[in-house]
């Protein structure tokens, strides 16, 4: 789908997103086409729009007192560029910080010397400060609130208030009570707050970016008129030249290795520090590390189209996806806001009416409770968290395509997985092959090869693998048909043929007891059982047995441990077979003999029965269960299109551990969106006490609200520095080479 980008220049703050969406649906035909990157101050528009609708949308976001400049992808091809920015656009909130605070200063400073003493000028003694204090005063006021203003008045003319509003109206009511030393302090130490969440926010697009951004930026090639190698960026790479690596370097684009034996640390993408011997024929993928021999690969895709380039672009919108917690934020802030609107307005009116205090006492409580009442910090905390925690996630080998999808496994009560390629390796072999009657061994071979050329399923794939082992040149099928779930059909020789399950030659009624005993031994052994049979006879029989992953029984205890209720397998497979290894890894509830529609409809049934559930396949034979569930998880995605696009999770290894590890991650950025949550609320019921008592002060207000800020930042940042399961670090970040992890065969 065709996106449009703009770079909004003054949004740092959920509130001003909201003003945005308001401001800028009716523009582009609704709300579900905007999506926002606050961290990268970005709002895409999907779909088309022409000049004047682009025009418009400009338009709209100047009304809010914001600036939209028109903005491409800068990271398509995993080198992040940076854009040329004028120096105001750089520092132009820190001049106005830093121009506040010196007049500020020399305020006070002549204050001070006017009335000859610094206690009597903070207690705004004698009638308050000389004239040239107060245009100095005032000077502090407007460049401290110059990015401030505007959108206050935007807001108040849409009544729409925000921190932007609270804020002004707490600078005019302490203009208005003649504290000309507190007016321009709330307006110094705001934009300094603004500041100082500016620098952090950029800090945490910094440090994201630097998860992700591990691609070189330049490749080395040979040149296919003289041989030399050059030197050029990797945008100019075209697909098939050969490009040379050398030891500890960064691979810098997909390819297959034509030349040279290597071990690649494969960790910035799957997460994983293991190195992976490779040689001739061996794929590789850029941002990976090269940890031995010199290497020379032809590459497979332009820069813009590696593996690692289409994570961070499924990273980079997964920022726009929304996790229910965000949108929570979102709301209860609407309604916070105002609430507290009226907190400060009964703080000003209640305690005069019912005690007969001082009016312009309360009114300066009251003025606290405004600047209190920032929901910034509030708002801030979640989006930062989440993206952090998305980061984090695709460093250890999870992408995780939005916070949606982050949050959802915190809350995950029961998980289905598909048994092969999953639970198993996915890679069986022939165990027997048994000819019946006048057919041969290599007949047979060759007609299930045939019927078996186009699927992609395991056990078809296990079949072609072992014909080619043994020079078995394969018969040609006509009229071919995969049967999903069950089998295939063809006519080979003028004659009609089929492949398929043990069920399925059980439903057309074409086996003997005798056959029938001599199949159920071997399921009962664990093995797969392909029949091949004609019009009138059965042609014999291809048993196939697959290797369960040595993680998997770990693994599913873990989940246990972490409080699953059920964890399910379903299959395709005989019965026999799926009980094994059920029983072998841990599983108590087993489905088998499934179709795909089937699968579907368990999933659907279970999804019903726990109030959602996760489904783990390979994200292409599994794509519909997948697409059924609450969350897809698709494994071994890395060099495979069809996983990262089919799935809502994708696991770049193919490591069962990462499923308890998606959880427990998951589960950690809740918590820290709670703890973020419930400091920033915490802080605010503080002041408001403090306020309703008549001991606040605005200094302690806008310190504690920037104070409150800045924690909620760093805290979510924590998100950041997790690189495997807590207490159990059997996956650090990266892969060693001084630890000779590739090379000592006894390590």
């Known amino acids: 789908m065709e996106k449009h980008s703009f770079r909004i220049k003054g949004m740092c703050c959920g509130q001003e997103v909201g003003l945005l969406r308001s401001e800028v649906a009716p523009v582009v035909g609704g709300d579900e086409r905007l999506s926002f990157d606050l961290l990268r101050s970005r709002m895409t528009i999907s779909g088309s729009i022409d000049a004047s609708v682009a025009q418009s949308v ?14 491409e992808d800068a990271c398509s091809s995993g080198v992040c560029a940076t854009k040329d920015e004028s120096a105001w656009e750089k520092h132009g909130r820190l001049f106005s910080c830093a121009s506040s605070g010196l007049l500020l200063m020399a305020a006070f400073v002549f204050q001070a010397l006017h009335l000859g003493n610094i ?3 903070l207690a705004g003694q004698n009638g308050g400060p000389p004239v040239f204090s107060v245009v100095l005063y005032s000077l502090a006021i407007l460049t401290g609130g110059w990015l401030i203003f505007p959108k206050a008045l935007y807001a108040a003319r849409k009544l729409k208030p925000d921190m932007n509003l609270l804020m002004t109206v707490a600078v005019l009511g302490a203009i208005g009570l003649g504290e000309w030393l507190e007016a321009a302090s709330v307006s110094f130490l705001f934009a300094l707050a603004l500041l100082l969440e500016s620098w952090s926010l950029e800090k945490a697009k910094r440090e994201i970016t630097a998860l992700l951004d591990i691609t070189p930026p330049r490749a080395r090639f040979i040149c296919p008129d003289d041989g030399n190698i050059e030197e050029k960026p990797v945008d100019e790479i075209p697909v098939g030249a050969t490009v040379v690596v050398r030891p500890g370097e960064r691979i810098p684009l997909d390819g297959v290795i034509t030349r040279g034996v290597t071990s690649v640390n494969q960790a910035p993408i799957t997460g994983e520090s293991a190195c992976i011997p490779k040689g001739l024929g061996s794929e590789v993928f850029a941002g990976t590390i090269n940890e031995e021999g010199t290497i020379e690969f032809s590459s497979t895709r332009p820069a813009s189209d590696t593996t690692l380039s289409r994570i961070i672009r499924m990273v980079d919108e997964g920022r726009s996806r929304r996790a229910p917690v ?39 409580e009251g003025l606290v409770v405004l600047v209190i009442a920032c929901p910034c910090a509030l708002v801030i905390s979640t989006p930062v968290t989440i993206v952090a925690g998305l980061g984090s996630a695709a460093r250890n080998g999870v992408l995780v395509k939005g916070g949606a999808y982050l949050e959802a496994p915190a809350r995950l009560k029961a998980i289905a997985f598909d048994k092969t390629g999953t639970i198993t390796f996915g890679e069986p072999a022939v165990k027997q092959v048994i000819p019946v009657g006048d057919h041969s061994e290599t007949g047979l071979l060759a007609n299930a090869a045939a019927l078996e050329a186009h699927s992609t399923h395991p056990l078809a794939r296990a079949i072609i693998r072992h014909v080619e082992s043994r020079g078995i040149r394969a018969a040609v099928a006509d009229k071919f048909t995969i049967l999903p779930g069950q089998g295939a059909e063809g006519s080979i020789g003028g004659k009609a043929y089929w492949l398929g399950s043990h069920r399925m030659l059980e439903r057309w009624q074409r086996e003997s007891p005798v056959f029938h005993d001599a199949i159920s031994r071997l399921e009962e052994a664990g093995n797969s059982i392909m029949v091949m049979w004609c019009d009138d006879h059965v042609c014999g029989l291809v048993s196939v047995a697959d290797q369960v992953r040595p993680e998997a029984s770990e693994a599913i205890a873990s989940l246990k441990a972490l409080g699953l209720e059920k964890v399910v397998m379903i299959s395709g497979d005989n019965h026999k077979t799926v009980e094994l290894i059920a029983k072998a890894v841990g599983i108590d509830e087993f489905h088998a003999e499934l179709l795909p529609e089937d699968k579907v409809r368990l999933v659907s049934e279970l999804k019903t029965r726990f109030g959602g559930i996760a489904m783990v396949g390979d994200g292409i034979n599994d794509a519909p269960a ?55 609320l915490l802080v605010k019921a503080l002041f408001i006490c403090m306020a309703a008592a008549g001991v606040a002060t605005l200094w302690e207000a806008i310190a504690a609200d920037m104070g409150a800020s800045l924690l909620v930042i760093f805290n979510g940042l924590r998100m950041l520095r997790i690189t495997g399961t807590d207490g159990d670090k059997k996956y650090p970040a990266l892969c060693r080479s001084e630890l000779a992890c590739c090379t000592n065969p006894r390590l």
Request: charged letters at 15%.
């Open 119 to 121: 206690y009597a000028a």
């Open 626 to 680: 997948l697409a059924a569930a609450t969350i897809g998880i698709a494994m071994g995605a890395m060099g495979s299109d069809a996983a990262i696009e089919t799935a809502d999770i994708a696991l770049m290894s193919d490591d069962l551990s990462k499923i308890p590890w998606l959880i427990h991650h998951s589960r950690k950025t809740m918590a820290v969106i709670r703890q973020n949550v419930f400091f920033a």
């Open 326 to 364: 965000e949108q929570w934020v979102d709301k209860f802030a609407g309604v916070y806001t105002p609430f507290m609107m009226l907190a400060a307005l009964a703080i000003v009116a209640v305690p005069p009416l019912f005690t007969g205090g001082g009016w312009a006492k309360w009114f300066y």
């Open 58 to 71: 400009i338009a709209a976001v100047a009304r809010t007192g914001m600036e939209a400049v028109p903005s």
